[in-house]
Every structure is written in C-alpha cells, then in structure tokens.
C-alpha cells in the first residue's frame, strides 16, 4: 500500500470536541484548525508535530492563512 502521503495532498476532518464543532485541514507542513465559535489555531507539523505550539498569532504571511482558511470554509459549505 501506498503511505497516505501519496495519495492525498491535504486530509479534512470535522469533529466535535469539548461540544465544539470544528473542522481541521491538514498539508504535508500545516495543520489548520477552525472552530465555529471562531477560535483558530495553526501548526507547523514538520517542526511541531505533537501541536504545542499554536502560530494563529505569530507574524505568518496573511497569504498562508487565507488560503487555509478559505479551504476550511469551502469544506463547511460542502456539509451544510
């Protein structure tokens, strides 16, 4: 079988947690988490893979938040 690298470029998944609906989009270097209350948090998981260091407020390129952003919103509005 092939690793799951090789098939997907980016993974999705919604879930519940602590009550709270969330949907997360994975790259090979990010992890981007959404909540619906609007929480945000985002990890570098080639230098952070036990995600303990959340980047949503570092000084990211606004480019990299965007696109990860509108591909979790494009994911909700696939749900709805």
Known sequence: ALPI???H???YAFQL???MK???VM???WKYIEALNL???LYDLQSD???RNNLINDN???LLLNEMSKKVGHYFRNKE
């Open 49 to 51: 893979l036990y995600e």
């Open 17 to 19: 947690y602590a009550g």
């Open 5 to 7: 690298s090789t098939i």
């Open 60 to 62: 990211l390129p606004p």
């Open 9 to 11: 470029d980016e993974l």
């Open 22 to 24: 969330q949907v997360s």
């Open 27 to 29: 790259t090979k270097k």
């Open 39 to 41: 929480k945000k948090e």
